[in-house]
């Protein structure tokens, strides 16, 4: 079993920043691609920023030059740093994980955090 587990989220005056964490856990042999995505009520979810093991990055248009995201492959974790937060960023964020599990087989599962909420005054 994977878990992902994200934290930091919070309250935040536009302009301010927050910087987010997801720690992923259990029987993983390899993960490849880490991302966060966002979902704001009534809207779709939506990709803010991916990483690969190679960490080459893609990021979405709304974001770009205010947020980075990263990881530590020997943790198992990825982390977004948002700077310059407005308050169309309010949302809940999701961490997102492509894993290859421990055991035979090299299949890839994708896997999804419980969401954090981030909300950005104006």
């Given amino acids: 079993q994977v878990q992902l587990v994200e934290s930091g989220g919070g309250l935040v005056q536009a ?4 910087r ?3 720690a992923a856990s259990g029987a993983i042999f390899r ?8 979902q704001a009520p009534g809207k779709q979810r939506e990709l803010v ?11 979405a248009d ?8 990263s990881r530590d492959n020997a ?7 948002m700077n310059s937060l ?3 960023d309010t949302a809940v964020y999701y961490c997102n994980a492509d894993v290859v599990p421990l055991g035979p087989g090299n299949s890839e599962y994708m896997y999804w955090g419980q969401g954090t909420q ?3 005054s104006s």
């Fill in 15 to 18: 302009g301010g920043s927050l």
């Fill in 20 to 22: 987010l964490s997801c």
């Fill in 31 to 38: 993960i490849n691609v880490m991302g966060w995505y966002r």
């Fill in 49 to 59: 920023a991916a990483i690969t093991s190679g960490v080459s990055t893609n990021y």
């Fill in 62 to 69: 709304s974001v770009k030059g205010r947020f980075t995201i």
């Fill in 75 to 81: 943790k198992k974790m990825v982390y977004l740093q």
């Fill in 86 to 88: 407005k308050p169309e």
């Fill in 118 to 120: 981030v909300t950005v």
